[in-house]
C-alpha cells in the first residue's frame, strides 16, 4: 500500500481545482472563471487498490499585502509546503515567465520531490509557437533546484479539464509515494473538511459566478444554521461583505441577484447532499473584514503572528 500527501501548486487560475476534481471524479473544490477563487486548503483524498493519496489545493500564488485575505492564503500555501511527500506544481502555458519567477521562492522552500506538471496541453500543441517559453522556463527550473531539498522526478503534461493525461499522473504520484498506511479512514469521505464548510464554498461559488470582476473578493459566507433533521434540510446562511453599496449590489433590484444566486446555490447543494433543501440568504455589512485580523478569524481566516517561512 502506497500512502502520502500531494500539495498542489500554481500560480491563480492555473487549474489546480480543476484538476483536483478531475482526480476525484467529483466536484469538491470550486472552480470559476476568475482567478483566487480557492482561498483555504482543500484537501481531497483518493482511496484507491494500490492506497491512498492526500491532495491538498492550495491558493493561487500571487504577492499578497501584509495582514490582510491576500495575506492569509499565502500563509496557507507556505504551511501545504511543510513536509508533503510530492509536490505538483501546475504551470499554464498562457502564463509569462516574468509571472512564475514567484515560484521559485516556494519551490526552494519545499522539501519534498517534485513534478512539473503543464496543464491544458491541448493548447500547446496548437500553439507551439507562442509557448515557446516553456521549456526554457523548465530547464531553468530544474538547474535553479539543484542543491536544494526540493528534488525534480519528472515533466508530464495534462489537460485538466479534458481529463487527458490524468490517469499516467496518479501512476506517476503512486510509484513516487513511500510504502504506508492510510492517512485517513477508507471509505466513501473525500475531504477532512465539514459538510457546512462545503455547503458555504459552494455559496461562495455562486457569488463569484453571478457577481461583477470585483464585488466576490469582497465577500465571505457564513453557515448560521444547518438543520439536517429537517426534511427539506434548512440551511441559513450569511453573506458578509464591506461596503453598503456591495450589499445592494448582491440582493440586487428587489431582491432578484439573490435570488439567482439562491437558486443557483441550492441545486449544487442538493446534488452534493442528495436530498431537498431550503436555502436562505442574507447579507450584512462586516466593514473592512478583509484586512481587519480581529474580523478575518471570526470568518475563519486566522493569520499566524509569523507566518512560516
Known amino acids: 500500500m502506497k500512502s502520502g500527501i500531494v500539495v498542489l501548486l500554481g500560480r491563480p487560475n492555473v487549474g489546480k481545482s480543476t484538476l483536483l476534481n478531475a482526480v476525484l471524479k467529483e466536484d469538491l473544490s470550486i472552480v470559476t472563471p476568475k482567478a483566487q477563487t480557492t482561498r483555504d486548503q482543500i484537501r481531497g483524498i483518493l482511496n484507491e487498490p494500490r492506497g491512498q493519496v492526500v491532495f491538498i489545493d492550495t491558493p493561487g500564488v500571487h504577492k499578497a499585502k501584509e495582514g490582510g485575505i491576500n495575506a492569509f492564503m499565502i500563509q496557507e500555501v507556505k504551511k501545504a509546503l511543510d513536509g508533503p511527500d510530492l509536490v505538483i506544481y501546475l504551470i499554464d502555458p498562457m502564463s509569462k515567465v516574468s509571472a512564475e519567477r514567484l515560484m521559485l521562492e516556494y519551490l526552494k522552500e519545499a522539501s519534498s520531490k517534485l513534478i512539473l506538471l503543464v496543464n491544458k496541453a491541448d493548447l500547446v500543441k496548437v500553439h507551439a509557437e507562442q ?46 509515494l513511500p510504502n504506508g498506511e492510510p492517512l485517513y479512514p477508507v471509505d466513501d469521505s473525500l475531504t477532512d473538511r465539514s459538510l457546512r464548510f462545503i455547503v458555504a464554498e459552494l455559496i461562495r461559488k455562486q457569488l463569484f459566478m453571478n457577481l461583477g470582476d470585483e464585488i466576490p473578493y469582497s ?30 449590489m448582491v440582493i440586487g433590484s428587489q431582491g432578484k441577484k439573490i435570488k439567482e444566486i439562491g437558486t443557483a446555490a441550492r441545486k449544487e447543494i442538493e446534488k452534493l447532499m442528495g436530498e431537498k433543501v431550503f436555502l436562505e440568504l442574507r447579507v450584512k455589512v462586516l466593514a473592512a473584514w478583509t484586512s481587519e485580523q480581529t474580523k478575518l478569524k471570526s470568518l475563519g481566516y486566522e493569520l499566524e503572528k509569523r507566518s512560516r517561512k
Not at 141 to 158: D, P, Y
Not at 159 to 174: D, P, T
Request: with cysteine.
Open 219 to 248: 465577500c465571505a459566507v457564513e453557515i448560521e444554521s444547518f438543520k439536517e433533521n429537517k426534511k427539506p434540510v434548512v440551511i441559513q446562511a450569511m453573506i458578509y461583505v464591506e461596503r453598503e453599496s456591495q450589499k445592494g
Open 131 to 176: 509557448f515557446k517559453w516553456l521549456d526554457p522556463w523548465i530547464d531553468e527550473v530544474k538547474q535553479e533546484l539543484q542543491g536544494t531539498r526540493c528534488e525534480w522526478i519528472a515533466t508530464h503534461s495534462i489537460s485538466a479539464v479534458k481529463k487527458k493525461g490524468v490517469k499516467e499522473l496518479l501512476q506517476l504520484i503512486f510509484d513516487e
